[in-house]
T-cell receptor, first 112, second 111 residues
Framework: DTAVSQTPKYLVTQMGNDKSIKCEQN?????MYWYKQDSKKFLKIMFS???????INETVPNRFSPKSPDKAHLNLHINSLELGDSAVYFC???????????FGAGTRLSVL | SQQGEEDPQALSIQEGENATMNCSYK?????LQWYRQNSGRGLVHLIL?????REKHSGRLRVTLDTSKKSSSLLITASRAADTASYFC???????????FGKGTTLSVSS
């Protein structure tokens, strides 16, 4: 069983559209994260949730909205997609912020 | 920022050689972790070293930590083509908030 799974793996869409990426972990972790990795491989944290509560919200356009229906799920909704949103988005989870993080395989978003 | 900064940005070696990557950070840490990312995949945890540890081994990996210099190094001995990947260090601060990753070192091992 995949520990951290995110869907879809690839997402190609037009500018201005709204899209969602889903993430689920079956590790029993209480902290989940969203990262954005750009073309230069820089991995930047976007959000962190602990037990469904937002604990990190980096400088990210408010077009990005995370939603955690329960502690095993953290979804990312993006409104009015822009060209600069093209990147690979990774979901991760851990028991606490300082502990080992387990990553999903990534969602490659291409905005045309 | 506690962000780790890896050096060099890119490293090319031959199979069997050792590869050394360095990481520097700016604030006090609880621990420091190293991750590997194969092309097109997610990050995989390699090793965690706590702030009161100076050296740690795991298989062909050796990590050192010098908190006085705020630096760490990752040594991969007897490298293999399969070690080709990007390697990231991630300091964890005292508060236990999320790890902050750097830009990584891209390692290429040719056979």
């Amino acid at each position: 069983d995949t520990a951290v799974s995110q869907t879809p793996k690839y997402l190609v869409t037009q500018m201005g559209n709204d899209k969602s990426i889903k993430c689920e972990q079956n590790l029993g972790h209480d902290t989940m994260y969203w990262y954005k990795q750009d073309s230069k491989k820089f991995l930047k944290i976007m959000f962190s949730y602990n037990n469904k509560e937002l604990i990190i919200n980096e400088t990210v356009p408010n077009r990005f909205s995370p939603k955690s229906p329960d502690k095993a799920h953290l979804n990312l909704h993006i409104n009015s997609l822009e060209l600069g949103d093209s990147a690979v988005y990774f979901c991760a989870s851990s028991r606490e912020g300082r502990n080992i993080q387990y990553f999903g395989a990534g969602t490659r978003l291409s905005v045309l | 920022s506690q962000q780790g900064e890896e050096d060099p940005q890119a490293l090319s070696i031959q199979e069997g050689e050792n590869a050394t990557m360095n990481c520097s950070y700016k604030t006090s840490i609880n621990n420091l972790q190293w991750y590997r990312q194969n092309s097109g995949r997610g990050l995989v945890h390699l090793i965690l070293i706590r702030s009161n540890e100076r050296e740690k081994h795991s298989g062909r990996l050796r990590v050192t930590l010098d908190t006085s210099k705020k630096s760490s190094s990752l040594l991969i001995t007897a490298s293999r083509a399969a070690d080709t990947a990007s390697y990231f260090c991630a300091p964890a601060n005292q508060a236990g908030t999320a790890l902050i990753f750097g830009k990584g070192t891209t390692l290429s091992v040719s056979s």
